[in-house]
């Protein structure tokens, strides 16, 4: 167990929606990453969040957004669902962002877009 | 952009055999390598990881070993298990320019023959 929290576990919902992915980091830690894993992108950045400030973005599309709350939880918001956001969605915590600090995973979310 | 990719998409080894998983990156400034496991319906889980200061690193079982010449990373697995049956995936980071966050490659899954 890497001590990093999804939910929840499965999705299902239409085009066009907008769900809301959770995570808790592992205690103590400061940084939270969110992945995306399709099968045929392979895990993909999309955003950072250290100490609830935004600290990188990679691959995210604008429908995408995230934020780090006071107690380090995270969630990511996505809307006007399409069917190719089907995916995993990894959230993933260190203890800060130093260079060399290894990501801890959660089990992920599985969203399929109908 | 600058990348990091598996050799092989597959590997299948006998169990007790030992495995060797490779890995290219392309990026000269990446200087912190991991290797992380995934099973079916879990996420990525830390394995070990090496500084580019380093060409070898050991743990229980596992070695990974760095060229930082030819850009190469590579796994090796003592004692092949059938539990380490998983997707095996590398990830780099460049201090400079990318932070704590990772860039993942492919993956290569490894199967273990009883």
């Known amino acids: 167990d890497s001590g990093v929290t999804q939910t929840p576990k499965h999705l299902i919902t239409a085009t066009g929606q907008r769900v809301t992915l959770r995570c808790s980091p592992r205690?103590?830690?400061?940084?939270v990453y969110w992945y995306q894993q399709s099968l045929d992108q392979g895990l993909q950045f999309l955003i950072q969040?250290?100490?609830?400030?935004?600290?990188a973005k990679g691959n995210i599309l604008e429908r995408f957004s995230a934020q780090q709350f006071p107690d380090l939880h995270s969630e990511l918001n996505l809307s006007s669902l399409e069917l190719g956001d089907s995916a995993l969605y990894f959230c993933?915590?260190?203890?800060?962002?130093?260079?060399?600090?290894?990501?801890?995973f959660g089990n992920g979310t599985r969203l399929t877009v109908t | 952009g600058e990348s990091v990719g598996l050799h092989l998409p597959t590997l299948s080894v006998q169990e007790g055999d030992n495995s060797i998983i490779n890995c290219a990156y392309s990026?000269?400034?990446?200087?912190?390598f991991i290797w992380y496991k995934q099973e079916s319906g879990k996420g990525p889980q830390f394995i070990i990881d090496?500084?580019?200061?380093?060409d070898k690193r050991q743990g229980q079982r596992v070695t990974v070993l760095l060229n930082k010449t030819v850009k190469h990373l590579s796994l090796q697995i003592a004692a092949t298990q059938p539990g380490d049956s998983a997707v095996y995936f590398c990830?780099?980071?460049?201090?400079?320019?990318?932070?704590?966050?990772?860039?993942f490659g492919e993956g290569t899954q490894l199967t273990v023959n009883p």
């Open positions: 990830a780099e980071s460049a201090t400079e320019t990318s932070g704590s966050r990772l860039t």
């Open positions: 990026n000269s400034a990446s200087d912190y």
């Open positions: 090496i500084r580019s200061n380093m």
């Open positions: 969040y250290y100490n609830g400030e935004e600290r």
């Open positions: 205690s103590g830690d400061l940084s």
């Open positions: 993933a915590s260190s203890v800060n962002t130093d260079p060399g600090s290894p990501l801890h």
